[in-house]
C-alpha cells in the first residue's frame, strides 16, 4: 500500500445519501478474480443514466469524491473501494460510511473521511473547487478556505501514513497469538472432522 | 452478551481471535492469492469452511464461464491451503449463512467472520458474527484474528407479541423502517423481549441476517433452550453436550446490561410489511399506501419503483415471486409458503420460483412433499444457492419486472438492471405469487 499524505485537488460531488455498493459496483463485474481494472465499473449503471452528475467534464480527474450520508452501505464486497480507487480517487468525504466500506477503505489506503454535515454540504455545493485532505493534521481545508477537522482511530492513521501492511503487523504480534490458542481458545468446531 | 463474547476472544488490544471463517467463490480469490504472493500459509484450516453459492446455477445448464472460472479457482485454492469445501453437486453445499447453522458449526460464544455483509445471520445464535471485505478475508486466512475497533452496543426491545399473520420477517422490516439504514452504524444490535424468545431458530436467523441493512455491524440474541434444541446432534456440535450447554447458559446479557442505546419497537402494533423503494428502510404496512416522498432519496426511489404516492400496497401487481436468500429459504420459510400456496395456483401473470438455501433443505422439502406442492401450483423448484437475490447467476429480472421477494435488498437493480424488488416475507410472497399482487396474507389463512 502506497503511504497517504495529503490529498489535494478537484472536488466531484454525488449529491446522494445511502449510495450502495451494489451502485458502485454491480454485482456481474464480482465474478473477475483479479484485484485491478475494477474503475471501468464505478457506478456502471448510474454513468449510464442522462444527467449523472460524474458525468459532468469538471468533475473528471477530481481526487475527491464528496457525497451524502450512509456512504457505502450493503454489500461488504471491497471491489467498491478497489474501484473508487481504481477510478482515480484518493479520499470520500461524507458525513457518514457503512461500517464494512469505512474499514474496506482503510485497508487500501483510499481516505474515507467524516465531516460534519454542513462542511460536506460546502464541499458539494461548491465542487469542482478544491479542497486539500491532510492525513497526519487531520483536517479538510474546504473551497472557502475554512479549515475542518476529522476523526480517524489512531492505528489505522498510522498505518495509512506509513503505507504499512496490516497482515504484517499483525505477524509481529505472533506470540499474542499462539498464547491465546495455547490456553485460551475454544474446543472446536473443527472443520476438518465433520 | 456482546462484551463476554467480545472479552473471550481478545488476543490483545484491538486484536479479536476468529473461531470460525466461513468462506465463498466470490470474496475470497483475491485473498488467497496474497496469501500465495506473500509466500503465506492459511494458518488455521480447522477452523475454515467454504462452499459455492453466489454464483452457482440453480436450474439445469453449467455455470457461465467466469463463475465456471471462480468455482475452479476456490476449488483450488481450498485444496492447496486444505480446507475443507462444499462444491456444487456435494450434498452439504448451499448458502453460506444457511449451512453453518446446519452443520451445527455456528455456535453460541463464537467469533464467526466471512466475506459477505449477511454473516449477521450467525448472531441468532448469541456468537459474534459480522462480514468482512477481502483484504480481512486475507487477514483472517493468514492470521486467524481481525484487527478491530470495539464498537458500540445497542439494545432492541421488541415489546408484546407477533399478531396472526406476522413472521420475523415483518419484525425485522418494521425495525429498519423505524430506526433507518444507518440506525444501528457503529452498532452491534441485541435483539430481545418477547417476540424474539417465542421464535424459532430459523425466525431468529432472519432476523439477525438483517442486522446489516440496519448499518449495524452486527446482531446478536441470547441463546436459549430453543438454540440448544436446534444445535443438538448436528454434525459439528460438541461431543459433551451438556457441558457445552452449560456453558452456554452464563452467555446471555445480565439483568440490568447497560447499552449505548435503546429501542422499543411496538410487535403487536406490526401489520404484514413490505419495502416500497429502494432500500431496505423505505417499508410500509400491507395494509398501508405508497408514502409521499420525504426527501429527493424518496423521489429517486420512486421514480425507479414507478410508484405514485398514495397507490394501497395491495394493489401493485407484481411479475415474479422469489422464495429465497440467506434471509428466508430455510425449511419453516419454504413451510409457511407451501401452506398458502397449497390447493392454490400461481396467477397467470407471474412467474414464480422457489430457491431452497441448501442441499440438505431442498431434500428436506423434497421428504415433506413440499417441492409437490409448489410445482402442482406453478412454481419452479430449483437447486440451492443465492439466486435472484443478488442475480449473479441467470436468475435475474428483466429490466422494469416487479418482484415480490424474500430476500434482503431492494438496492437499484440489485435483481437485475432495471429490476423493482419488494422485499416481504415468505407468506406474503406466497400471497403475492396466487393473486398476482401483493397482498395482505391474512386474508388468505
Redesign the interface.
Known amino acids: 500500500m502506497k503511504p497517504v499524505t495529503v490529498i489535494s485537488g478537484k472536488v466531484a460531488a454525488l449529491d446522494r445519501v445511502n449510495v450502495d455498493t451494489d451502485q458502485i459496483v454491480p454485482k456481474q463485474f464480482l465474478k473477475r478474480i483479479e484485484r485491478s481494472g475494477f474503475g471501468e465499473f464505478l457506478f456502471w449503471d448510474w454513468f449510464r443514466e442522462r444527467g449523472f452528475p460524474l458525468n459532468r467534464i469538471e468533475f473528471h480527474g477530481a481526487p475527491i469524491l464528496a457525497a451524502g450520508r450512509n456512504f457505502g452501505s450493503g454489500s461488504s464486497r471491497e471491489h467498491a473501494a478497489w474501484a473508487l480507487q481504481d477510478y482515480g480517487y484518493e479520499a470520500v468525504v461524507a458525513p457518514s460510511f457503512s461500517d464494512i466500506f469505512r474499514s474496506n477503505c482503510s485497508k487500501i489506503g483510499l481516505l474515507a473521511v467524516e465531516l460534519p454535515e454542513d462542511d460536506v454540504r460546502e464541499l458539494l455545493d461548491r465542487a469542482p473547487e478544491p479542497a486539500t485532505v491532510d492525513l497526519a493534521a487531520q483536517t479538510v481545508t474546504l473551497p472557502s478556505g475554512r479549515v475542518s477537522h476529522f476523526d480517524i482511530d489512531p492505528a489505522v492513521k498510522q498505518r495509512l501514513l506509513n503505507g504499512w501492511d496490516e497482515i504484517a503487523l499483525t505477524e509481529q504480534r505472533l506470540g499474542e497469538i499462539e498464547r491465546y490458542e495455547a490456553e485460551r481458545e475454544r474446543d472446536g468446531p473443527d472443520t476438518l472432522a465433520i | 452478551m456482546f462484551e463476554k463474547v467480545w472479552d473471550?476472544h481478545l488476543?490483545?488490544d484491538?486484536?479479536l481471535?476468529i473461531?470460525?471463517h466461513l468462506v465463498h467463490e466470490?470474496?475470497s480469490?483475491?485473498a488467497f492469492?496474497g496469501l500465495r504472493l506473500?509466500g503465506?500459509r492459511l494458518r488455521r484450516?480447522?477452523?475454515?469452511?467454504a462452499t459455492a453459492d453466489?454464483?452457482v446455477p440453480t436450474g439445469p445448464g453449467a455455470p457461465d464461464e467466469?463463475?465456471q472460472?471462480?468455482l475452479e479457482?476456490l476449488s483450488r485454492n481450498c485444496e492447496e491451503f486444505?480446507?475443507?469445501l462444499y462444491p456444487l453437486g456435494h450434498r452439504r453445499q448451499g448458502i453460506v449463512h444457511v449451512i453453518g447453522p446446519e452443520?451445527?458449526?455456528t455456535?453460541p460464544?463464537?467469533t464467526i467472520v466471512c466475506?459477505?455483509?449477511h454473516t449477521s445471520t450467525h448472531g441468532a445464535f448469541g456468537a459474534l458474527a459480522?462480514?468482512?471485505?477481502?483484504?480481512?478475508v486475507?487477514?483472517v486466512l493468514?492470521?486467524?484474528?481481525l484487527?478491530q475497533?470495539r464498537?458500540q452496543t445497542m439494545l432492541i426491545d421488541y415489546r408484546g407479541g407477533l399478531g396472526v399473520g406476522c413472521t420475523a420477517k415483518d419484525m425485522i422490516l418494521g425495525t429498519i423502517a423505524q430506526i433507518g439504514?444507518?440506525g444501528a452504524?457503529?452498532h452491534v444490535i441485541e435483539y430481545a423481549g418477547e417476540a424474539v424468545r417465542g421464535l424459532s431458530m430459523e425466525g431468529r436467523m432472519t432476523i439477525a441476517n438483517m442486522s446489516?441493512?440496519a448499518?449495524a455491524?452486527a446482531g446478536m440474541i441470547a441463546p436459549d433452550d430453543t438454540t440448544f434444541g436446534y444445535l443438538e446432534g448436528r454434525?459439528?456440535?460438541?461431543a459433551d453436550y451438556a457441558a457445552a450447554v452449560e456453558g452456554w447458559r452464563s452467555l446471555p446479557s445480565d439483568e440490568g446490561a447497560a447499552f449505548d442505546r435503546v429501542v422499543e419497537v411496538d410487535v403487536p402494533a406490526l401489520a404484514p410489511q413490505v419495502s416500497w423503494g429502494t432500500?431496505p428502510g423505505q417499508v410500509a404496512p400491507i395494509t398501508g399506501a405508497v408514502p409521499e416522498p420525504a426527501?429527493?432519496?424518496d423521489e429517486?426511489a420512486l421514480a425507479y419503483m414507478d410508484l405514485r404516492p398514495g397507490t394501497p400496497m395491495s394493489e401493485i401487481a407484481v411479475d415474479r415471486v422469489f422464495l429465497g436468500s440467506c434471509t428466508n429459504a430455510r425449511i419453516e420459510d419454504l413451510r409457511a409458503a407451501a401452506e398458502i400456496v397449497r390447493g392454490r395456483r400461481v396467477a397467470t401473470t407471474v412467474q414464480a420460483m422457489v430457491v431452497p438455501g441448501s442441499v440438505t433443505i431442498k431434500a428436506q422439502a423434497e421428504h415433506e412433499g413440499l417441492d409437490e406442492v409448489f410445482r402442482a401450483a406453478g412454481f419452479d423448484w430449483r437447486g440451492a444457492g443465492c439466486s435472484m437475490c443478488?442475480?449473479?447467476n441467470p436468475d435475474i429480472l428483466a429490466p422494469g419486472q416487479r418482484c415480490a421477494s424474500t430476500s434482503n435488498?431492494n438496492?437499484?437493480?440489485?435483481q437485475g438492471?432495471g429490476g423493482r424488488t419488494h422485499l416481504l416475507s415468505p407468506a406474503m410472497a406466497a400471497a403475492a405469487a396466487v393473486t398476482g399482487r401483493l397482498t395482505d396474507v391474512r386474508e388468505l389463512v
Open positions: 473471550a488476543v490483545g484491538g486484536l481471535f473461531d470460525l466470490v470474496t480469490p483475491q492469492e506473500a503465506r484450516p480447522d477452523r475454515t469452511l453466489h454464483n467466469l463463475s472460472a471462480q479457482a486444505g480446507v475443507t452443520l451445527g458449526v455456535q460464544g463464537m466475506g459477505d455483509s459480522f462480514g468482512i471485505g477481502t483484504s480481512e486475507e487477514h493468514a492470521t486467524q484474528t484487527v475497533t464498537p439504514t444507518d452504524t457503529g446489516i441493512e448499518g455491524r454434525p459439528g456440535a460438541p432500500n426527501d429527493e432519496s429517486r443478488l442475480g449473479m435488498r438496492f437499484e437493480g440489485r438492471r
